[in-house]
């Protein structure tokens, strides 16, 4: 595929811009200014692709996300954009079945892993969902996204449930006094 040329680079740029500013109505006229074969590029369908799930335009994003898989199936981030896509649009068993099925063509994939953790949390496979966030920081040792899994409610169900099974299994716990009240 040949280069965008410094005028579409322009009209890609500024829909990053916009959209970064919280616009994505002004990011998706950015993008309607790349047409022809350049429409087609990765780095512009990979745009609208974020445009259109910033909009919550789901129907729009699944056909661009699938698009995306299409030109570049080697791309895991491209599956990403249509699992999450898929999410939105067709629901979370859709979204887990889709990346179980290409994650074995991405062994070195942290956040294909992550996402699977996420949405087994989600459904409640909470054993599966350990074993793929364990996966997912041995690819990744980074602490950003130790700290995002943290704080992603997807995997709220998993925190849940780690902590009640520590507190449960600790001796320490049993054995700790009621709480006095002082006055």
């Known amino acids: ?6 005028r579409e680079r322009f009209h890609l740029e500024a829909a990053e811009g916009w959209l970064m500013l919280g616009n994505p109505s ?20 990979s745009m609208r692709w974020q445009v259109y799930a910033a909009a ?3 129907e729009a994003a ?32 859709d979204a887990w079945s889709l990346l179980l099925s290409v994650v074995n063509k991405f062994p070195k994939d ?5 996402n699977l953790a996420c949405y087994g949390a989600q ?8 074993g ?16 995002a899994a943290v704080y992603d409610p997807d995997l709220q169900p998993l925190w849940d449930r780690i902590g009640r099974q520590r507190i449960f299994e600790s001796k320490e716990e049993k054995q700790l006094p009621a709480l006095s009240k002082k006055g």
Request: charge should be negative; include cysteine; aromatic fraction near 8%.
């Open 1 to 6: 595929m040949k280069a965008l040329s410094h």
């Open 26 to 45: 002004e990011a998706h006229e950015e993008l309607e200014n790349i047409t022809g074969e350049s429409g087609c590029h990765p780095a512009v369908l």
């Open 56 to 58: 919550r335009w789901w």
């Open 62 to 93: 699944y056909i661009v996300a699938k698009a995306l898989c299409d030109l570049a199936p080697l791309s895991p981030e491209a599956w990403i954009c249509q699992a999450n896509t898929v999410r939105n649009y067709k629901g979370i068993v």
């Open 110 to 114: 942290a956040i294909i892993r992550y």
């Open 123 to 130: 459904m409640g496979l909470l054993e599966e969902a350990c």
């Open 132 to 147: 793929w966030l364990v996966q997912a920081f041995e690819l990744e040792e980074s602490v950003q996204l130790k700290l």
